[in-house]
T-cell receptor, first 116, second 112 residues
Framework: AQSVTQPDIHITVSEGASLELRCNYS??????LFWYVQSPGQGLQLLLK??????LVQGIKGFEAEFKRSQSSFNLRKPSVHWSDAAEYFC??????????????FGAGTQVVVTP | GAGVSQSPSNKVTEKGKDVELRCDPI?????LYWYRQRLGQGLEFLIY????????KSGLPSDRFSAERTGESVSTLTIQRTQQEDSAVYLC??????????FGPGTRLTVL
């Protein structure tokens, strides 16, 4: 069965510093990978996705993520965080089959706090 | 509409009562999903509708939970005989395919 692990429950970062959020997945086939952000009082917003091709994907708000098959990882990065990046971030994996590719398995989330 | 909408936004109910949560997907999206997010936790998949195919109900936690979808439009998630552990935010998402799901704002259910 597929699973997603986000090892860091909580990360504190200074404004302007770089950010990296870890995500490891377990899945037998080629997965579809996603990062979502959930800000207080707002719904989940898709930051970026990986289906195939270039393993470095660019997303919105200056985020990027790199798919590393050998490490079963899909870490999210941002070179310089802004106070507005304080939120909870979820990594998700979708089964790469035509029967169930839409059902997402989410990690437990990483809460990001940005300090001045 | 412009996005996925859900109603009500908040629902407080007493233990043992039945509740219905509604989701209006983005027009034209053939797939619709329900997830549950308990406080401080990630999202749990509940059920998935894709076109006219039989729904994937593998995530429903008990037979007290059921969902219906009319064609490719509105869906209703019903929880019978609610329990306190059912308290959570229930999120609906829709997609046109390829797994890219757009989420609604959620319904916060509180069972007293």
């Amino acid at each position: 069965a597929q699973s997603v692990t986000q090892p860091d429950i909580h990360i504190t970062v200074s404004e302007g510093a770089s950010l990296e959020l870890r995500c490891n997945y377990s899945y037998g086939a080629t997965p579809y990978l996603f990062w979502y952000v959930q800000s207080p009082g707002q719904g989940l917003q898709l930051l970026l996705k990986y289906f195939s091709g270039d393993t470095l994907v660019q997303g919105i708000k200056g985020f990027e993520a790199e798919f590393k098959r050998s490490q079963s990882s899909f870490n999210l990065r941002k070179p310089s965080v802004h106070w507005s990046d304080a939120a909870e971030y979820f990594c998700a994996v979708g089964a790469g089959t035509t029967d169930s590719w839409g059902k997402l398995q989410f990690g437990a989330g990483t809460q990001v706090v940005v300090t001045p | 509409g412009a996005g996925v909408s859900q109603s009500p936004s908040n629902k407080v109910t007493e233990k043992g009562k039945d509740v219905e949560l509604r989701c209006d997907p983005i027009s034209g999206h053939t797939a619709l999903y329900w997830y549950r997010q308990r406080l401080g936790q990630g999202l749990e998949f509940l059920i998935y509708f894709q076109g006219n195919s039989a729904p994937d109900k593998s995530g429903l936690p008990s037979d007290r939970f059921s969902a219906e979808r009319t064609g490719e439009s509105v869906s209703t998630l019903t929880i019978q005989r609610t329990q306190q552990e059912d308290s959570a935010v229930y999120l609906c998402a829709s997609s046109a395919g390829a797994g890219m799901q757009f989420f609604g704002p959620g319904t916060r259910l509180t069972v007293l």
